[in-house]
């Protein structure tokens, strides 16, 4: 599966931004999907996951709550609509999907986008 993110920018502290994902080449409905993120300097982490359904999310603790992964599997689309934005949410964010059991380890997540930057200042 192709996936390819969108919808990053830079935006002030206390704002929203709204990603996207979208996938080709595979049946989305079969695929774990997750984002994942990865400041300047530091290692790449989780930040949310969701299950084919939709019914069991994940969420980083520091994301709770401002942040919220949900899918369209009709359009093959994942999103993370981040709100209450902090400049430590200041990433790269990756969606990535996943075949098989449900998993929120990013080195479990075979195929990845490329990735849309997010800026937030304050």
């Known amino acids: 599966v192709q996936l390819q993110a969108s919808g990053g920018g830079l935006v002030q502290a206390g704002e929203s931004l709204k990603l996207s994902c979208a996938a080709s080449g595979g049946t989305f409905s079969t695929y774990i999907m997750g984002w994942f993120r990865q400041a300047a300097g530091k290692e790449r982490e989780f930040v949310a996951t969701?299950?084919?359904?939709?019914?069991?999310?994940n969420y980083a603790d520091s994301v709770k709550g401002r942040f919220t992964i949900f899918r369209d599997n009709a359009k093959s689309t994942v999103y993370l609509q981040m709100i209450s934005l902090k400049p430590e949410d200041t990433a790269v964010y990756y969606c990535?999907?996943?075949?098989?059991?449900?998993?929120?380890?990013?080195?479990?997540?075979?195929?990845w986008g490329q990735g849309t930057e997010v800026t937030v200042s304050s």
């Open positions: 990535a999907a996943r075949s098989g059991s449900y998993s929120v380890r990013q080195t479990e997540f075979g195929s």
């Open positions: 969701i299950s084919r359904s939709g019914i069991r999310i």
